[in-house]
């Protein structure tokens, strides 16, 4: 019936699998959930005791295989036909989680995602960036995800059939943090299957330090020059490709990367600071994207 994937690392999802092995059995399914280790080297003896719950597995990999290529490994481990793709760091808001997707499942649903939220407190200043960062660009209601269903979709809580992984698998040409989502989603789109999108939302409960978010974030803008640069990624599926486009047509490229290493420091310095701007962010992430390439 539904095999729950997670990859995992250096996270602890021991309550995570216990939400969901609970709301499974309720549901009176079959179900495996399988997660699987990318070499990393925290929380494995508590996450071992995974191995303890009713269908479930943990594996700690003796390699680090990426992002896409872990995805790919429990697809292709999993025994159903139902997959649903969960990052580690998520948990469920609602105790009919499952039964939600089963209800999607029985109504034949390809692609389902379900959402995410973060919850309502403010964190400490030092974390501020990722969590302003995701309630206004990543916590979308139905009625804005369903505007554009293909972009706003995230593999973090993502339900699907294993024979369209099989037949068109994640990209594990990237193997770091950025831009796998939106791959693998405008692969989905060049094939025409179709995402439906519900109110199914899972919690993002790990958030980085923005310094650490920062850094993140320019990997995986170094994702993005390399899928444009391999004609994998379009304009048409990122502004800040399409803004770098533009900057160059109009022939002001030059003046705004002089003006960005100019500023780039004070920019960092709000980014981190009590009060982030996303404005100064989405400044920031175009004028890394031009720096790397214009090298």
Not at 70 to 92: G, M, S, T
Not at 240 to 254: M, N, Y
């Amino acid at each position: 019936m539904l095999s729950i994937l997670i990859p995992v690392y250096n996270y602890a999802v021991l309550t995570l699998v216990s939400e969901l092995e609970k709301q499974c059995i309720s549901c009176g399914i079959k179900f495996e959930i399988l997660c699987y280790d990318d070499a990393s080297n925290l929380f494995i003896a508590e996450n071992q005791k995974i191995n303890q719950f009713q269908n479930c597995s943990f594996v700690s990999l003796q390699k680090n295989i990426g992002r896409s290529a872990i995805r790919n490994l429990l697809a292709k481990k999993a025994v159903f036909e139902n997959l649903l793709y969960l990052d580690a760091d998520v948990i469920p808001v609602h105790n009919y989680f499952i039964a939600n997707y089963i209800s999607e499942i029985n109504k034949n649903k390809k692609v389902v995602f379900g959402g995410l939220l973060y919850e309502d407190q403010k964190p400490a200043k030092e974390f501020l960036l990722r969590w302003v960062y995701g309630r206004e660009r990543e916590a979308l209601n139905l009625s804005e995800r369903t505007k554009n269903p293909f972009n706003f979709a995230l593999v973090s809580n993502l339900l699907i059939k294993k024979e369209i992984i099989n037949r068109l698998p994640f990209d594990e040409t990237l193997t770091k943090y950025g831009y796998e989502d939106l791959l693998f989603f405008s692969v989905l789109k060049l094939n025409s299957i179709e995402i439906t999108h519900i109110e199914n939302p899972v919690f993002h409960l790990n958030l980085e330090t923005s310094a650490l978010f920062l850094n993140k974030i320019k990997t995986a803008l170094e994702n993005l020059a390399f899928l444009n640069d391999s004609n994998k990624i379009s304009l048409n599926e990122s502004r800040i490709i399409a803004s770098f486009e533009l900057l160059k047509t109009v022939k002001l490229l030059t003046i705004f990367s002089f003006v960005f290493r100019k500023s780039e420091s004070k920019i960092e310095r709000n980014l981190i600071s009590k009060d982030p701007s996303l404005f100064l962010f989405d400044i920031y992430k175009l004028g890394y994207y031009c720096s790397l390439k214009s090298k």
